[in-house]
């Protein structure tokens, strides 16, 4: 059994409850052992582009508690992983920055070490578990619903440090996808931003920019889609209603999942145990295709 520090960030413990809840319900089922990680704080993304090294020291704080516990890190959410592994790739070579880190976390009794592998989810789901044995493990098979994959921006890029899919041809996701039994496929701009981090400065064009994205996937024909970042899932599933109310344009509906939830339904969970409760989307309309109430 794999074993990893469980680093939840931000935005998924305080707005996101619904892929914490999947991910503890469906990863331990599918054998990774998931350990706490109460004493990691932010990884510092919001800030990046305010106060770079107040980012770089939130990060290589949570590596060096990791390093400490001798484990890998999982880190959910797009964001904080490009941030990890950026700063651990930034302090690798940039001695006077790693020297200036090394005394501030001295301050408080840490000691720096990026030395700590970070992985993604889809890594964890794709890598680690394997496609096939999630196969083996499908009992409610997603069969005949076209699900549109989606990234998301951060997990692509930057090309500079490791990604947990290469930016060019993104093939781990749908591999997940067609292991649980759906279709997928191609749609323009799959690897495109959500429109998130433009949110706070302007909702008109952040609204636009996902609005562009449901079009598209209903235009190529998908009936649902996905991603594993709270970011983009904010954007395409909680912002949905506001959306057509922004652009007057009520066909911008699209049923949209976390990868854990939909890995949960094809392994026979119920979708309280999937926190699809919490979603605020259409999934009723994939759940009845599959013959289940999104109450049990």
Same mark, same amino acid.
């Given at each position: 059994?794999?074993?990893?520090?469980?680093?939840?960030?931000?935005?998924?413990?305080?707005?996101?409850?619904?892929?914490?809840?999947? #991910?503890?319900? #469906?990863?331990?089922?599918?054998?990774?052992?998931?350990?706490?990680?109460?004493?990691?704080?932010?990884?510092?993304? %919001?800030?990046?582009?305010?106060?770079?090294?107040?980012?770089?020291?939130?990060? @290589?704080?949570?590596l060096s508690?990791?390093?400490?516990?001798?484990? %890998?890190?999982?880190?959910?959410?797009?964001?904080?992983?490009?941030?990890?592994?950026?700063?651990?790739?930034?302090?690798?070579?940039?001695?006077?920055?790693?020297?200036?880190?090394?005394?501030?976390?001295?301050?408080?009794?840490?000691?720096?070490?990026?030395?700590?592998?970070?992985?993604?989810?889809?890594?964890?789901?794709?890598?680690?578990?394997? #496609?096939e044995k999630?196969?083996?493990?499908?009992?409610?098979?997603?069969?005949?619903?076209?699900?549109?994959?989606?990234?998301?921006?951060?997990?692509?890029?930057?090309?500079?440090?490791?990604? %947990?899919?290469?930016?060019?041809?993104?093939?781990?996701?749908?591999?997940?996808?067609?292991?649980?039994?759906?279709?997928?496929?191609?749609? %323009?701009?799959?690897?495109?931003?959500?429109?998130?981090?433009?949110?706070?400065?302007?909702?008109?064009?952040?609204?636009?920019?996902? @609005?562009?994205?449901?079009?598209?996937?209903?235009?190529?024909?998908?009936?649902?889609?996905?991603?594993?970042?709270?970011?983009?899932?904010?954007?395409?599933?909680?912002?949905?209603?506001?959306?057509?109310?922004?652009?007057?344009?009520?066909?911008?509906?699209?049923?949209?999942?976390?990868?854990?939830?939909? #890995?949960?339904?094809?392994?026979?969970?119920?979708?309280?145990?999937?926190?699809?409760?919490?979603?605020?989307?259409?999934?009723?309309?994939?759940?009845?295709r599959l013959?289940?109430?999104?109450?049990?």
């Amino acid at each position: 059994m794999s074993k990893f520090l469980l680093f939840l960030g931000c935005t998924i413990p305080t707005k996101q409850y619904a892929y914490e809840i999947s #991910v503890r319900n #469906v990863l331990p089922r599918l054998g990774i052992e998931l350990v706490d990680f109460p004493e990691a704080g932010c990884c510092g993304f %919001p800030l990046k582009g305010i106060n770079k090294k107040g980012w770089v020291y939130m990060s @290589a704080r949570i590596l060096s508690l990791a390093a400490k516990k001798g484990l %890998p890190i999982l880190a959910l959410c797009n964001g904080c992983d490009t941030s990890l592994r950026k700063v651990k790739d930034m302090l690798k070579h940039d001695e006077v920055l790693k020297d200036e880190i090394a005394e501030l976390l001295s301050r408080e009794g840490v000691k720096l070490n990026f030395n700590v592998d970070v992985y993604h989810t889809i890594e964890v789901l794709h890598d680690f578990i394997g #496609v096939e044995k999630i196969k083996n493990l499908v009992v409610r098979p997603l069969k005949g619903i076209k699900i549109a994959s989606y990234p998301g921006c951060h997990m692509l890029r930057p090309s500079d440090i490791p990604r %947990p899919e290469p930016s060019g041809e993104p093939k781990k996701f749908d591999a997940i996808l067609s292991a649980l039994g759906a279709e997928v496929g191609y749609y %323009p701009d799959k690897g495109g931003c959500c429109g998130a981090t433009m949110l706070p400065y302007s909702p008109k064009h952040a609204f636009r920019l996902t @609005a562009a994205k449901i079009r598209n996937m209903k235009d190529f024909g998908f009936q649902a889609t996905t991603t594993s970042c709270p970011y983009c899932m904010e954007m395409l599933d909680s912002k949905q209603e506001a959306i057509r109310a922004e652009l007057g344009d009520d066909t911008l509906s699209i049923p949209v999942f976390y990868i854990t939830q939909l #890995v949960g339904l094809a392994i026979g969970l119920k979708p309280k145990e999937l926190g699809l409760n919490l979603n605020l989307s259409p999934v009723e309309e994939v759940l009845e295709r599959l013959g289940v109430s999104l109450y049990e």
